[in-house]
Structure formats: C-alpha cells, structure tokens
C-alpha cells in the first residue's frame, strides 16, 4: 500500500490477491460477524424499522429530485448563521479551497475528523504539498496514517488490521508523528485506545484549524451533524478557532425535523447501537462557543454525473453506515482494497462507478464484484436496491449506452474485454428464438457429455477460471417431458 | 476558479441531471410518510425513566437516583470517591448543587484556555433533556451546561438529570423539544471506540467516566 487509489487493478485482479491472504480473511471474518449479531438485536428493538427506512428513502428522494432547490436553501440558512459558504465541482478545487482556507489562517498544522469526503479528494496530500501537516484522530484513521496505508472500510478503515498489528504499527511509527507509543504497550484493545488517547491530546489542544466532513446538513436550518464514538470530533469541532467542513451534496436534508427518522436508522445501522456516544450539532457559529469562523465547502466531484442516471442517483441516498460491506460475502473475502475507493463493498461497486465514470478496467469490473445475492439491500437503511443497479451499470459496461461525465451527456462504447459475452449472449437469444435450433443443440450436447472440456478454451477460459462448468443432462428436459409427460402416466400406461 | 462559477457550475449541472423530474413538480409533492412510531411501546412516566436508567447503564455510563434535597449531598460523596479537588461548572449551575462539595470551583468563561480545562478533575452540568429508548442525555449549552468543551476535556462528567420534566421516550421527541439555533451535544456513554476488531472499548477522548444524576422534584432553586 502507497497512499493512493491511483493505478490500482480491476477487482478480480486485486481480489485474487486478497482472498489469498489468510490473516485478511481471519480478521474480515471476525470482524464482520461480530457486527452483524449486533446489528440484528439493535435493528430488531424497533418494530416500526421498515416504515423508518422506507421514509428515509423518500426524505433521500425528494431532496434529491429537487437537489438545486436544497442546496441554494443551504447556503442562505449557513450564511445567516455565520458560515460562509463554498462550492467545488471537482476533488482539485475542494483541495485548492481548503489549503487556501487553511493558509489564510497562518497555521501550518490541522486536525481532521474522519471524513469520507476528503478521503475522496485526497486532500491530506494537497495539504501536505502545501505544507500543512493534516493529523487524522479518529482511531482507525489513525492506524491507517500510521502505517501508511489506505482504509478498507467506510466506519472502521482498520478493519484489515488485529490488535496485534495494531499495536506493532504503534510502537514504530508513533514516534514519527508525535508523542511516541508509552513503554512496554500490549495488544489490549483498551490499551491501544489509551495510546492513541494520550497521543492525540497535545494535538487537540494546541489545534488551530480542524477539518471535517459531516453526516447530514439541514437546509431548513443551516445545521450540519457529524455522529461519531470516540470523542475526537467533539474535539475538532469545538477546540479549533477554525472549521472546515467538506460535505458532498447528497449529503442536505430538508429540514431538522427529517433528523429524527437518520439518527434512528444510522446509529443501529453501522455500529449497531442504540445511539452512538457523540452526536454534534451546529448551526454556524456561536458567540463564546467553538470555532469563531466556519466553511462549508459543497463538493460535486461526480455527484452531479450520477443524479443524472435515474436509476444510479439512488446510490446517492447513501448515508455511509457501512452495513452493507457487512453483510457482503464477496467484501468479506476479497476485503476493502480491492475495491480501488475509499467506498468498498456493495454501496462502492454502485458509488465508485459513477462517480469517477467508467474511467479504467477497474471502475469497469466493480458492478460484477457481487454475487447479486440481495443481503445489501435488505440490510440498508434507506432501502437502495444495490443489486438493481449494478445489473444497471453491468448493461452500461456491456452494451455501453449514455452517461454524463463532469456535467456533459456522452454516450460510451460497449467496453472491449466483454466481446465475447456479448457474442454468447446474443447466440443464446438466437437459440431461444429457433426451437428446433435448440432441440438439435441440446441433443448434441447430452451425447458428447464425456467430452466435455472442465475448463472453456478460447476467450471463454476466463469465464471457467472461477467457476464450474454445469453438468449436461444425459437428456434435455423438453426431451424428458415428451417422452414421459412429467412422469404422469399418460404416456406410461402404468395405472 | 472562483467559488461563484463553481457555484452555478454544479447548480446547472443538478438542473441538468434532473431533466426526468417534471418541471411542475414541487419538493413537498414528492410524497415522505411518516407512520414511524413517535415512540416505541407504552410506558408509565417511572417506567420511562427506569428504561433510561438501563439503557445508559448499558452503555457503561454510572446512574444514581436522588431528590432534590440530597443531591448537594450525592455529588459531594461523588467528587470525594473519585479523589476530584478542582471542577469545573458552567456558569448558570445553581449554586445550591455544590454547596457540600469539598472542591476548587472553576466557573466556565471564554477565557478559559484548553490547558486549564485539561487540569480540571471533574465538570458537573445540567441537562436540556434525556432520551429514555436510547440512553442518551442532550446538551444544548444553557446556563447550566456552559459552552461545549466545558464537558469535553475534564475525563469526569457529571451529568443532573430532571426526570419530573427533562426525560421524553424518543427520539422524535427529543428532536421536537430542541432548538438548532444553540449547539447541541448528544451524549450516550461515556466516550468509546470499536476501532479495533469492531469490539466496544469504553473511554478515548471525551469523558472516559459519565455520571448521570437522575433528581425527582425541582434542584434549580437549591
């Protein structure tokens, strides 16, 4: 791992890899499991779970079937509360915002609270090309900048990673950030936690300038959310005499009321809690409380080109709770980096897609990294029918078709490597439509069974790499049931 | 670029990207049903706040019950059990609630450096209301909660809790009782992590140790 999503390979490639790497799979599995109990006896507390999710499809639908409307509501309510508001259409100009902000200020040093956004626009290696050092303090962030390393998981980016390597990353790289790791640290995960407490807390306090994302931004109000455990966001919200938020726009809800239906839905959904620990909530800026100066930095960075796809922009009502990667089988074995984003699993193969473009043999392969098996839909909260699209965005790729890339409709070719899919497919619709095509076919198929390779030759060999190829019937069922009409006896004479 | 063209640059691309909406159709006409229950189950009103007593104990935050009349008493023994010689207050506290407490008062005021707060053992607050279904206490920086990092950097925070009229079920109803115009902190447990192999671990930055005193009849006039 190098710190970038740049370069990396199609999804069978880096999966290949993964699914190889015993310890990787021991942790996903225990780690995944562990949360998936929990989240069912937190789910099943509330017996109005379907109707909360089903409104919160439709708080997520409306606002964004009118997305123009909530977005300039936004920006006057954040105004007049004190905030001022900025736009980017693109990761580059939300990074050339924020290390503008942040050098205005004088300081050369910020503290961040976990954000999916700004992992998005790489924005701590703008910072750092600007000299400013970005120190990430959720805990997992945190391992992960340790060790240099990229997150696997949208609410624990360590999930790759035990205690013991946890512990290890610790000791020999805390010292380079900071406070080292105290003398004689062990595994414990309360220890850990301690470390990074201790290493942490002279940051906090001499803080200047934070960074943040955030979970929701209420237009009606001008209130942005950030839900959180550890504490470190209360930190970075109200220490710094700066805030800088980073927020997608999908991420506005109409109005302070729609709150009550998210902060049901979000904390059972992704750390299957009642309630998580902290939940902040700040409408501007108050006089003799917190940051004296705050930006909301609005970033597109193709969210804009996957509303436009009326089937895709469902993706979009994401809320980042993380319980689909979950429940994934193929997220549990393959793990988060092969997914090539910052949004692994299920919400990722739709996300990732659509908001770079079908840019690269690895944006291409995401919609088949699933067994289409339907766990992600039924586990999230706001009801997106993750299967749905990527049979939609599987079309897109095979069949090519139109697609908006940075605000301009395009129509894109079918991509190469799916030829002979397409070739197969369009051969077996021939068949289907030619009984008696088919009849011979079949036939002649049932007699060669013994010949029949265990692996396709040709450009079908990839196809039968990973998977078995079916047994031929010694008769076909058409064959079958004109020679016995379903075992009824009509034919059989037996009774 | 300057945020201005970024601003109609992504404004014009939403207009565009929603072609397939009807240009008649207004927000309020795309239809949000709200038959979610306003809370879950039926409760007496002891009952309610024995439900948030359990669930904040769930969470490992540490629940005692007093009158009014005992809690100068209750917090004095608190602060002697966990060694605490100087707390912090907001600045509304009525001053009643310490009177027994054998503690250096530091009063919350914007001059307040993070340095002098991380020297305080203990902070002792008030409460804007209490979430019965899911153990949590909310604060919304009144008089006698002070500003937000007033309970953030002591590792001690004790939390008084009305339960004659500060104590709702839910969560919309909480949501309902609360005002977006102040800062809001919703706080359920003491800090915690599951950072590591998805496993709880209590206690990180914020308070590692959350008291939360639930008080029958009225302590604002002590």
Redesign the interface.
């Known amino acids: 791992m190098t710190g970038t999503y740049l370069g990396m390979p199609s999804f069978p490639r880096a999966a290949e890899s993964s699914t190889r790497d015993g310890r990787l799979r021991a942790?996903l599995r225990?780690?995944?499991r562990?949360?998936r109990a929990k989240r069912d006896r937190a789910v099943a507390?509330?017996?109005?779970w379907e109707?909360?999710r089903?409104?919160g499809a439709?708080?997520k639908?409306?606002t964004l079937?009118?997305?123009?409307?909530?977005?300039?509501q936004l920006?006057e309510s954040v105004a007049r509360a004190g905030g001022t508001v900025?736009?980017?259409?693109d990761a580059a100009?939300a990074n050339r915002?924020v290390t503008g902000l942040v050098l205005a200020t004088g300081e050369r040093e910020v503290v961040k609270v976990k954000s999916m956004a700004t992992q998005e626009t790489g924005l701590n290696g703008a910072l750092a090309a600007a000299g400013i050092r970005a120190y990430e303090?959720?805990?997992?962030e945190l391992?992960v900048q340790l060790g240099d390393d990229l997150p696997s998981h949208i609410l624990?980016p360590?999930?790759h990673r035990?205690?013991s390597e946890?512990r290890d990353i610790f000791r020999s790289r805390m010292a380079d950030w900071g406070l080292p790791a105290p003398e004689g640290l062990t595994d414990a995960?309360?220890d850990?936690?301690?470390a990074?407490?201790l290493h942490?807390?002279e940051k906090?306090?001499r803080a200047k300038v934070a960074v943040s994302g955030a979970n929701f931004a209420?237009a009606e109000?001008g209130?942005l959310v950030v839900v959180e455990?550890?504490?470190?966001g209360?930190?970075c919200?109200?220490?710094p005499e700066t805030l800088i938020s980073v927020v997608g726009?999908e991420k506005v809800v109409?109005t302070?009321?729609d709150?009550?239906?998210f902060?049901?839905l979000l904390p059972r959904s992704s750390?299957a809690?009642?309630?998580?620990?902290?939940?902040?909530?700040?409408?501007g800026t108050?006089d003799?409380?917190?940051p004296r100066a705050f930006h909301l930095v609005?970033l597109?960075n193709g969210r804009?080109?996957t509303?436009?796809d009326?089937i895709g922009?469902r993706a979009l009502r994401c809320i980042r709770c993380s319980a689909c990667l979950n429940v994934c089988p193929v997220y549990e074995r393959a793990g988060g980096h092969a997914y090539g984003s910052p949004y692994p699993g299920p919400i990722g193969a739709v996300l990732t897609p659509q908001l770079r473009g079908l840019a690269s043999p690895l944006e291409e392969s995401l919609p088949f990294a699933s067994t289409l098996c339907g766990a992600c839909f039924e586990a999230c909260p706001v009801a997106i029918d993750i299967p749905e699209i990527l049979v939609h965005l599987r079309e897109r790729v095979v069949e090519g078709g139109p697609v908006?890339v940075r605000?301009t409709?395009t129509v894109i070719k079918p991509a190469k490597r799916h030829g002979a899919e397409r070739a197969v497919m369009r051969a077996a619709g021939w068949a289907f439509d030619h009984p008696r095509a088919l009849r011979r076919g079949q036939r002649l198929l049932a007699r060669t069974r013994g010949l029949h390779p265990r692996r396709l030759p040709g450009p079908g060999r990839a196809w039968s790499d990973t998977r078995d190829l079916p047994d031929v019937p010694p008769e076909s069922f058409r064959d079958w049931w004109a020679r016995t009409r379903g075992g009824t006896g009509r034919t059989g004479g037996t009774s | 670029m300057t945020g201005e063209s970024g601003r109609e640059l992504i404004l014009g691309r939403v207009r565009r990207a929603l072609r397939d909406v009807p240009a008649s159709e207004q927000p309020a006409d795309h239809p949000v049903p709200r038959d979610y229950a306003e809370k879950h189950g039926e409760r007496s009103h002891d009952a309610t706040v024995g439900l948030l007593a359990e669930n904040l104990a769930d969470y490992r935050a540490l629940v005692h019950r007093t009158d009014a009349p005992g809690l100068p008493a209750l917090l004095a023994r608190l602060f002697l059990e966990r060694g605490a010689r100087r707390v912090a207050v907001p600045a509304g506290l009525p001053v009643g609630w310490l009177a027994g407490a054998p503690a250096e008062l530091l009063v919350d005021s914007p001059d307040l450096t993070a340095d002098e707060l991380d020297s305080v053992d203990s902070v002792v607050t008030g409460c804007a209301l209490a979430i019965a279904e899911t153990g949590t206490v909310v604060l919304d920086a009144g008089p006698d909660q002070g500003s937000r990092r007033l309970t953030l950097v002591p590792d001690h925070h004790i939390c008084v809790v009305r339960t004659g009229d500060q104590v709702v079920d839910s969560v919309p109803q909480a949501v309902r009782r609360l005002s977006p115009a102040r800062p809001l902190t919703w706080i359920s447990g003491p800090s915690a992590t599951s950072d590591i192999e998805l496993e709880r671990v209590e206690g990180v930055h914020g308070p590692r140790t959350l008291e939360v005193v639930l008080v029958t009849g009225d302590p604002r006039e002590l």
């Open positions: 942790n225990r780690a995944t562990t949360i507390e509330l017996d109005d109707r909360l089903a409104a439709a708080v639908d409306r079937r009118h997305l123009d409307h909530y977005l300039v920006e900025h736009w980017a259409a100009e915002i303090t959720d805990l997992a391992i624990v360590a999930i035990n205690r946890i995960p309360a850990l936690a301690e990074a407490r942490l807390r906090f306090l209420v109000t209130t455990s550890e504490g470190n209360r930190m919200l109200t220490l726009i109409p302070w009321r709150l009550e239906i902060l049901q750390t809690e009642r309630m998580n620990p902290y939940t902040s909530m700040w409408t108050t003799d409380d917190g609005l597109d804009t080109d509303l436009a009326a922009r908006t605000g409709r």
